[in-house]
């Protein structure tokens, strides 16, 4: 099922049900350390760059673009817990590089566009749908950094989306890797590339190298 298909039905989330969610995994309290007391939003990281669509494709330009294009259109939409630091959550957010990849597998080519034209791309879809994949990105509830998500293997996360992403731990004990199990069965799973973004806040992030598909691409 294209992605094109969700259409609102993954995002029938309110905003109250959305603060109420509890993930399944466990938060990163488990670890016997406070939770983090800061405020400091995760929309007030991603606009802290202010260099817009650029050749870097390791930052969160196409993220940003699209953040912004659905709280445009959608002022009360779900995405706005985003910019609201007293709200616990955790975040997978996608490079340029891994909406760059989306593109690719949707056009059918191995070529990559530039950040601008990705974002192009990535909107075409329709702002339901792109509020949607960015919905499939938020766990709620709970602010999870990478220590804790080391010690979850096989934890299965409730999205703000609705449906469930599976949190795997790869390798070794010297050097583990987090990778994400999402729905598409016919792509690589994302892999966690950068932990902890705005860590010390309740709103935490973690870089990954692949968009998360509600859906399973053909």
């Known amino acids: 099922m294209k992605l094109v298909r969700l259409g609102t039905q993954a995002v029938a989330v309110t905003a109250a049900a959305l603060l109420a969610t509890a993930v399944a995994a466990a938060p990163a309290a488990a670890t016997g350390k406070p939770t983090p007391k800061g405020n400091k939003s995760l929309v007030a990281v991603l606009t802290a760059d202010k260099s817009g669509f ?11 673009a699209a953040v912004k294009a659905v709280l445009k259109a959608k002022p009360n939409s779900p995405v706005k817990v985003l910019a609201d630091g007293k709200t616990p959550l955790t975040a997978f957010v996608p ?21 601008r034209q990705a974002f192009t791309a990535v909107a075409g879809l329709g702002i339901d749908t792109v509020e949607a994949v960015l919905l499939y990105h938020v766990i709620p509830g709970a602010t999870i950094d990478k220590a804790a998500a080391l010690k979850s293997n096989g934890a299965k996360l409730k999205t703000a989306a609705g449906a469930t992403i599976q949190v795997c731990v790869d390798g070794h004990w010297k050097k583990k890797t987090i990778r994400l199990v999402d729905a598409d069965w016919n792509d690589r799973d994302p892999r966690v590339v950068v932990a902890d973004v705005n860590k010390g806040n309740k709103q935490i992030a973690h870089a990954i190298d692949r968009v998360l598909r509600p859906s399973d691409l053909p």
């Open 54 to 64: 650029d050749r870097n494709s390791k930052d969160f330009d196409i993220l940003t």
């Open 95 to 115: 490079t340029d590089a891994a909406f760059q990849a989306l593109v690719a597998d949707l056009k059918g080519t191995h070529h990559w566009t530039s950040e």
